[in-house]
């Protein structure tokens, strides 16, 4: 098992291998409409984390999967990782989980059976920090490793969080630093300090939790999770669904340390790129901006923090609320305007 390194199966890791926004929305822009059932509360319409689903005027059904080939090559962390991220779009609707599903795929002639086991024991003790069982899964043999959860978790119809609730002077504040992305491929090139391993296992392994008391926030008006397409690609997805605009300032972004120094040495994932090809036009930039400063702004996210989008008057609230139940302090870093939807860096 020591000279397993899962990394070395995956042309890609974590949320970095998300398909680009650009391509993705390209792909699904030729589908037909969909059946819409008037208790569907929250579908496909604003690219949000999960569906919902309303059972009664005081119980609906929050339901999500997520996946992705390995970030790490340790085993036992590569499955808590991923059953984290799988979970968080349960707390970022404002749910609360309460069982998932599991879905593996594995090269089962490259793998040993215990690196797999390892795999799956990784997500099971996640799933039971979050209190909640795996009831079932589904597994395949396939050339990459897989393995991530579906999610299923309740929430009260009156305290759904999506990604398009913000408003007009809201403060917009983010609960986990930035530079996964950056840590994961200094990782792959054999750059990563085992501090700077430990960092990101520290973020990547944080449940979201802080969602679910957040949504009983009235002035809490958007929360979204930050992955894939990195701060930037979700922010502006924030900005479609409330059809405004963000300004940012990146002196208040918390960042990871090593990830800097990382990215200021030219260390990226493609995924980055990517998405700043997919959305780069709608960013302003000032115009002393650095290019590692907007790869920071592009980093694909792997189980990041939740963007939260509230009225000042409970920013607060917030902060406080985020530090008690997670053990670790969110950071204000812009606001929402008035405006066509664009991210604006000042």
């Known amino acids: 098992m020591e000279k397993i390194r899962l990394t070395q199966f995956s042309h890609g890791g974590g949320c970095g291998c998300k398909i680009a926004p650009a391509v993705l929305a390209e792909m699904l822009s030729g589908m037909p409409p969909g059946i ?79 690196v797999i086991a390892r795999v799956l024991e990784g997500g099971a003790a996640v799933c039971r920090e979050a209190g909640i069982p795996i009831a079932g899964g589904h597994s395949i ?13 309740v929430v009260d119809p009156a305290q759904v969080r999506t990604n398009a609730g913000a408003r007009a002077g809201d403060v917009l504040l983010l609960t986990k630093p930035l530079g996964v992305g950056v840590l994961s491929a200094g990782l792959k090139k054999g750059l990563l300090s085992a501090e700077g391993y430990a960092e990101m296992l520290r973020w990547t392994t944080t449940l979201n939790r802080a969602g679910a008391r957040l949504a009983a926030v009235e002035g809490v008006h958007a929360v979204t999770d930050v992955t894939g397409f990195g701060l930037a690609g979700h922010l502006l997805e924030m900005c479609r669904g409330a059809g405004l605009a963000a300004r940012l300032s990146f002196d208040a972004l918390p960042l990871i340390e090593e990830a800097v120094g990382l990215v200021r040495d030219g260390v990226a994932t493609g995924a980055s790129a990517r998405n700043w090809a997919s959305y780069g036009e709608d960013v302003e930039l000032p115009a002393d901006f650095e290019d590692w400063q907007r790869k920071l702004l592009t980093d694909p996210q792997t189980s990041g923090g939740l963007l939260v989008a509230c009225a000042p008057e409970v920013v607060d609230e917030v902060l406080a609320t985020v530090a008690a139940v997670q053990g670790s302090p969110a950071r204000v870093i812009g606001c929402m ?3 066509p939807a664009r991210l604006r860096l000042g």
């Not at 043999?141 to 978790?153: K, Q, T």
């Open 141 to 153: 043999d396939v050339l990459e490793p897989i393995y991530g959860l579906v999610g299923i978790g």
């Open 36 to 114: 819409v059932p008037p208790d569907l509360l929250v579908g496909t319409e604003t690219a949000d984390d999960a569906a919902v689903y309303r059972l009664n005027e005081r119980q609906a059904v929050v339901a999500t999967t997520d996946f992705f080939t390995p970030i790490v090559d340790d085993p036992y962390d590569f499955g808590r990782i991923a059953a984290t991220n799988a979970l968080s779009d349960v707390y970022a609707m404002g749910g609360t989980p309460i069982m998932a599903l599991a879905v593996v795929g594995m090269p089962l002639d490259k793998l040993p059976r215990e």
């Open 337 to 339: 305007e008035t405006g």
